[in-house]
């Protein structure tokens, strides 16, 4: 529906000059857009960099700290995508090509957990024989190697 | 194809026919609907990746996957790769906007830019590339060094190692000082026998045993290690306490062979003389009796030296190991001498490295694709008639900085 109503809004149509046409012209407002996009890009990457440093390891839970790393994340690919791919821009087209990779992706990943994810409930004796050995730390060592054991 | 009639211009005045204009189904062209279409493809195929990696890392038993320490992924490289990304993003979006008001020159710089951006990006991944081959981390083998878990197969890769070393130096190589007292040579040979055959020894009985494990994963930290424990250190000086003593025994007891040994060869020289000059008394063994004893002497003799040669060098490769403070064993063989190339466990190491070869791999295929496509239109003017070409070649060069957006938390940082 809305498709075939800005056909008609903005007809005639230039193929070449993509979602341009519909929205005023090449100019998307300046330049200055993309510069504060790349200081918070810059400044997102910064964040989950932060989550490197000791300080932030002893302060912070791990699986805080990886939920706020994929936040973080998705901030940036959203910022990309909406500025730098010009999809904030585009006609609702948008929603036909990224809605349905994005659910598949999502389904994809998930039909991935019962046998990868999970491989180990399904391990025989036989099997844990060859799969890695976790690597024991011995935190106690003033009992010796027979206290430890 | 769409029919609208447009009341200003759809009809010839003269023929009264209809004039029928052409609409895209999408309000985008061609070219840009199919790099979209081709995109939305290359979303699942990430996503796939990337899901692998992430359900294989969360779903290894905790100990079992390595850190990014532990596989010598460097963070703060990481993060300029973003960085170098990002910039290369701004500059490609920058050199759109250029060439779409017609300014050649400067859409040509920004695309130079971008190009020199991916290509420091490509660069830096393949000094990192070769950071992980130096340390044998390799996606498969053979070059592979890595091992799931101590075990037999470990012991049996370190033999063959040490025996290819050994085989494969030359002589300036084998006299050049491995260690403190030590030719590469004599060291390789100390290791072979003092801890590879030694561990093989005592393993090959029966593996399961908590004395046989603590061995081999002593072997294996010896080697490498990714975290420090004082444990191995204190088991290793136990063991070497313990084995010096045995040690002494046995050498007090291959000394009392040695001495029994000497008198029955001293009796033996009498005897024969006496067998020379007159008969032998009644009850004075012959000399052939003496030399049957002898020839067991001898034969006890040599078995004890069987038994104490592996002993003593046992002893003498964890003196080594423990001196300076366990200097050798703390900072780990492999670390000290790298010539040797030993191989090393890394329980996970082997998962972890094809997943993030293959991901990476995959990412840096699509940099290489995207650096041939800016340099496809670098020769020419990157006027108002590229804007459309740049548009979707710019499209795809977000894509790929949006992949390396999700890689670096997930491989750097996890």
């Known amino acids: 529906m809305s498709q075939s109503h800005e056909n008609v809004e903005h007809a005639p149509h230039d193929p070449a000059h993509g979602h341009d046409d519909h929205h005023g012209g090449d100019d998307h407002g300046g330049n200055g857009k993309y510069w504060v996009v790349f200081v918070l890009l810059c400044l997102l990457t910064t964040c989950s960099f932060l989550t490197y440093f000791e300080w932030w390891e002893e302060a912070i839970p791990v699986s805080v700290s990886r939920a706020f790393m994929m936040a973080v994340s998705c901030g940036k690919a959203l910022l990309v995508m909406l500025f730098f791919m010009h999809l904030i821009w585009e006609a609702n087209w948008k929603w036909v090509l990224t809605v349905p990779a994005g659910m598949m992706s999502i389904f994809l990943m998930c039909m991935l957990i019962p046998d990868i994810g999970l491989r180990t409930n399904h391990y025989t004796n036989q099997r844990w024989l060859h799969a890695p050995q976790p690597v024991i730390e011995h935190v106690d060592s003033d009992h010796g190697p027979s206290g430890d054991h | ?414």
């Not at chain 2, 060291?187 to 004395?211: C, F, K, Y």
């Not at chain 2, 340099?375 to 949006?402: C, M, Q, S």
Request: aromatic letters at 10%; glycine letters at 8%.
């Open chain 2, 1 to 414: 194809m769409s029919d609208h009639h447009d009341d200003q211009h759809g009809h010839d005045d003269q023929h009264g026919h209809i004039k029928l204009e052409y609409h895209p189904g999408l309000p985008l062209s061609l070219g840009k609907l199919c790099l979209w279409l081709f995109l939305s493809t290359e979303i699942m195929f990430f996503a796939g990746l990337i899901g692998a990696y992430v359900v294989l890392r969360f779903g290894a038993p905790a100990g079992t996957w390595p850190t990014p320490h532990d596989v010598h992924l460097s963070e703060p490289i990481g993060a300029f790769n973003t960085f170098v990304l990002i910039c290369s993003s701004l500059s490609v979006v920058l050199c759109l906007e250029a060439a779409k008001k017609n300014q050649a020159a400067a859409a040509k710089t920004w695309m130079l830019i971008t190009f020199v951006l991916g290509s420091v990006f490509l660069g830096v991944k393949g000094y990192e590339y070769k950071e992980k081959f130096a340390h044998g981390i390799y996606p498969a083998k053979p070059h592979g060094l890595m091992y799931d878990r101590a075990d037999v197969y470990y012991v049996s890769a370190l033999k063959l190692r040490l025996e290819a070393v050994n085989r494969e130096m030359t002589d300036e190589q084998k006299a050049q000082e491995a260690i403190e007292g030590f030719t590469r040579e004599q060291w390789v040979n100390l290791m072979h026998s003092g801890a590879v055959q030694w561990t093989a020894r005592h393993v090959t009985i029966d593996p399961s045993t908590l004395e046989a494990r603590d061995l081999l994963e002593g072997l294996a930290y010896s080697v490498q290690h990714g975290h420090s424990s004082d444990y191995p250190v204190a088991r290793a000086q136990a063991e070497r306490e313990r084995l010096s003593a045995d040690l002494a025994g046995l050498k007090e007891e291959a000394g009392g062979i040695q001495q029994n040994e000497a008198q029955m060869r001293e009796r033996l020289e009498q005897a024969q003389a006496a067998n020379a000059e007159a008969e032998p008394e009644g009850d004075a063994p012959t000399a052939e009796e003496i030399q049957s004893e002898l020839a067991a002497l001898t034969m006890q003799s040599t078995e004890m030296q069987q038994r104490i040669k592996p002993v003593q060098d046992r002893v003498a490769f964890l003196d080594v190991l423990l001196r300076d403070d366990a200097h050798l064993m703390q900072h780990g063989i492999e670390h000290e001498m790298p010539w040797l190339r030993l191989p090393f466990v890394l329980p996970g190491g082997n998962m972890w490295a094809s997943t993030y070869f293959l991901l990476t791999g995959f990412h840096a295929i699509h940099v290489i694709i995207g650096l041939i496509i800016f340099a496809l239109v670098l020769p020419v003017t990157l006027g108002r008639n590229k804007a459309e070409y740049i548009e979707n070649a710019g499209l795809y060069w977000h894509f790929v900085d949006l992949v390396w957006i999700f890689l670096f938390p997930i491989l750097y940082l996890f």
